[in-house]
């Protein structure tokens, strides 16, 4: 059915964990990873969108190739860092500090396409390279061994290139 050939994409990531000394439980962990053609690795897959009032969206959509008019895949490249400390209290209560960036961009040809996709013009100021930041906090207690109960309060906030564009609404389910 005229589909595109296969294309392999690929993804390198690393991570530290490392127990402050002197300081029981406390600890402090981070990661990072690089992809093109292999966003899971990057982060969750799917659609992010935040909505203003009656007339403004952003919206940042991964995923892991575009097919369009050139009749190739055009893989998607992405990176993401994260990182965490984690206070022990006690034995029974713990609190982290945690947040992480998440970077992604298309080819001209992917652009292009979701741009065609999303009813915008690239000369209306389209771009579907995205990137958003999240920090966030959580604080568990562990009543005992197998039962954690916890609080957790995150904020995100999304960078879309596509800022200040215009086009025709979109439907979304």
Not at 53 to 77: E, H, M, P, R
Not at 90 to 108: D, E, P
């Amino acid at each position: 059915n005229a589909g595109p050939a296969d294309r392999a994409g690929w993804a390198i990531g690393g991570g530290l964990k490392l127990n402050i000394p002197g300081m029981p439980g406390d600890l402090f962990a981070m990661q990072a990873n690089y992809g093109v053609g292999a966003m899971r690795y990057v982060a969750a897959p799917g659609f992010v969108g935040t909505q203003q009032g009656n007339t403004s969206i952003g919206y940042g959509i991964l995923s892991d190739a575009s097919f369009g008019a050139t009749g190739d895949l055009d893989l998607t490249t992405g990176w993401s860092i994260n990182g965490v400390y984690q206070h022990q209290w006690n034995k029974a209560w713990k609190t982290s500090l945690y947040g992480g960036y998440v970077g992604v961009s298309y080819n001209a040809n992917a652009n292009l396409n979701q741009c065609t996709d999303l009813g915008i013009t690239i000369a209306n100021g389209c771009n579907s390279n995205f990137s958003f930041w999240q920090v966030g906090s959580r604080t568990a207690w562990n009543p005992s061994p197998t039962l954690e109960i916890g609080l957790d309060v995150l904020y995100t906030k999304l960078n879309t290139a596509s800022k200040g564009a215009t086009g025709s609404a979109l439907q979304i389910s």
